[in-house]
């Protein structure tokens, strides 16, 4: 079956370290590999979207990467402000089908402390 | 633009009653779906349409109805509320599939006792 797993589940870090949060899937073959941010209370906002010939996109202080090979992605933090203090989540779209063949990782629960 | 907007933000049901979870959106996508959170698990599927008049059952849709009579509205309708239901329900829309962004609404948080 196809699947997303995220680690860590959670995570705490101090304002202004960086962090790497990894995404490993079983989907194969797909079309792109998405990262979103969920505010607590809120929807998920899309913050990268790669296509499988990626290899890394960047959106202001995140980065994603994309391993083909090893189907594994990761998003880096740069520089974590407060405001970061969120749920990611890693998502994988099949390459036969549209939306409704997304597949959601349960995501990363990142909290950044004063 | 608005956006996805959803209502109501909060809900609460009793077993065996039916309410409509409203979906809007104001950017004239084509493509809209409704998926349910719960924790510790990914977001799921429960209905989507490609168009208006067009729409099909995603992951989860049992005890779950969609109708879609414009490019702007896609209301889901519980028939007959279960425990089971109890979950934050978003909706979301894109441009086209596959590869394009999704936005999401707020979502809407739904107890059924």
């Known amino acids: 079956k196809n699947q997303v797993e995220q680690s860590p589940q959670s995570l705490i870090i101090l304002e202004g370290k960086n962090c790497t949060l990894q995404?490993?899937?079983?989907?194969?073959?797909?079309?792109?590999l998405r990262w979103y941010k969920q505010d607590t209370g809120r929807g998920p906002v899309s913050l990268t979207i790669?296509?499988?010939?990626?290899n890394t996109k960047s959106n202001g202080r995140y980065t994603a990467t994309l391993d083909a090979d090893t189907k594994q992605s990761s998003l880096h933090i740069t520089a974590s402000q407060l405001s970061d203090s969120a749920s990611y989540i890693c998502?994988?779209?099949?390459?036969?089908?549209?939306?409704?063949?997304?597949?959601f990782g349960a995501g990363t629960r990142l909290a950044v402390h004063p | 633009n608005a956006g996805v907007t959803q209502t109501p933000k909060f809900q609460v049901l009793k077993t065996g009653q039916s309410m409509t979870l409203q979906c809007a959106q104001d950017?004239?996508?084509?493509?809209m779906s409704w998926y349910r959170q719960d924790p510790g698990m990914g977001l799921r599927l429960i209905h989507y349409?490609?168009?208006?008049?067009?729409?099909d059952q995603g992951e989860v849709p049992n005890g779950y109805n969609v109708s879609r009579s414009t490019t702007e509205d896609f209301p889901l309708r519980l028939l007959s509320a279960a425990p089971s239901q109890t979950s934050v329900y978003f909706c979301?829309?894109?441009?086209?599939?596959?590869?394009?962004?999704?936005?999401f609404g707020p979502g809407t948080r739904l107890t059924v006792l």
């Open positions: 979301a829309s894109s441009e086209d599939r596959g590869t394009d962004t999704q936005y």
């Open positions: 995404c490993n899937y079983t989907v194969s073959p797909f079309s792109n």
């Open positions: 790669m296509t499988f010939s990626e």
């Open positions: 998502v994988v779209s099949p390459l036969r089908g549209g939306y409704n063949k997304l597949i």
């Open positions: 950017m004239n996508h084509e493509y």
């Open positions: 349409s490609v168009g208006a008049g067009i729409t």
